[in-house]
């Protein structure tokens, strides 16, 4: 009886055992096919972005690019805090040709995974600034005169708030981005008609009122239109109303599927100081903590701002109460004023 006990658990531990290994097993060929498909989504969105857009041709062969992204990265002085969220700079660069890069989309984002909230704040290009070493000017001329660095300091100095990185997105790395995630098209509700031209015919707007499938180029200028009553401030809006689209879109199923190849198609069109390790932490927490809320401002507020022509070149601003600008900007952000 003894020897047969002493057999039976042999057998069982045995077979614990090889169901422990087939686990491993089974693990490790998960692991491996995820990573397999990973990279080859990532190098397939690389080659797609090469192939779309003769821009990419462009830049690859151009120095200049890649020395700006350089220069960016050595003079950003924004410093990782370690903790609990992160606040990166957002701007949409509208570069043409060989001239000074300029920015028309200036945002604050802050991720806290442990809140699964992301918070956004739209900072109006025309807001008259205080810019440092320049003097008082439309937000955007800091981008002008010292690129994200001195645009991190004008933020910071005005406003009291600290951003730790930067990402500069041009909009064909927009286009790109949007038809990776939604292939045919993301449907928005067009609120009204939308048609406008500029001379150089680089922007080409035409949008019927109504709901309907954009495609990345047509949601660009959706994103870019004011040439209306609203002007910036429904311009704003509309950008603020698309990145949360995108975002309910790269969140969904299908969308952390496309993520690889996501990063590997809009690779091209952006700059920014945040490494590969910070970006495959940042997509380890949206797994484990996707965003659930996405709060949204804009500044300056309506009950805060009024139109005022200043001399040339700086011509029509939009001018504000700056400690109340300060302060709607802290509370939104849930900033101690008494940490200042």
């Not at 491996?32 to 192939?51: D, H, P, R, T, V």
């Not at 984002?109 to 440092?132: E, G, H, W």
């Not at 004011?226 to 509309?238: K, L, M, P, Q, T």
């Amino acid at each position: 009886m003894i020897l047969l006990a002493k057999s039976r658990s042999l057998r069982n531990r045995r077979r614990r055992k090889r169901k422990r290994k087939m686990k491993v097993a089974l693990i490790t060929l998960l692991f491996i096919s995820a990573f397999c498909y990973s990279s080859y989504e990532y190098l397939a969105g690389k080659n797609q972005a090469k192939g779309q857009s003769s821009n990419v041709a462009v830049a690859e062969e151009s120095p200049p690019v890649e020395d700006t992204n350089k220069k960016y990265e050595v003079e950003f002085k924004g410093k990782d805090n370690l903790d609990d969220q992160i606040n990166v700079l957002l701007l949409g660069s509208d570069q043409r040709g060989d001239e000074q890069a300029r920015t028309d989309t200036i945002m604050i984002a802050q991720y806290a995974p442990n809140k699964q909230s992301v918070k956004l704040a739209s900072l109006m290009r025309d807001t008259y600034i205080n810019i440092p070493g320049y003097g008082y000017n439309k937000i955007n001329a800091a981008f002008y005169f010292g690129g994200p660095e001195l645009m991190r300091q004008t933020i910071s100095e005005n406003f009291g708030i600290e951003l730790e990185y930067y990402a500069i997105v041009d909009f064909e790395g927009f286009t790109q981005t949007v038809d990776t995630i939604a292939p045919d098209g993301l449907e928005v509700n067009v609120e009204k008609d939308m048609n406008y031209q500029d001379g150089a015919g680089t922007i080409d707007i035409d949008l019927d009122e109504g709901t309907q499938k954009l495609d990345g180029e047509e949601l660009l200028g959706y994103a870019r239109f004011r040439h209306d009553a609203n002007g910036d401030f429904g311009r704003v809006e509309r950008q603020q109303k698309v990145l949360r689209l995108l975002k309910d879109e790269l969140m969904s199923f299908s969308g952390v599927l496309k993520a690889p190849r996501l990063i590997g198609t809009i690779q091209p069109y952006i700059q920014t100081n945040i490494g590969s390790g910070k970006v495959l932490e940042l997509g380890k927490d949206l797994l484990i903590n996707p965003v659930k809320d996405m709060q949204t401002m804009s500044i300056p507020t309506t009950d805060n701002v009024w139109n005022e022509r200043k001399d040339y070149p700086i011509g029509l601003v939009l001018n504000h109460d700056e400690s109340k600008t300060k302060a709607d900007l802290q509370t939104f952000f849930e900033i101690d004023h008494e940490d200042e």
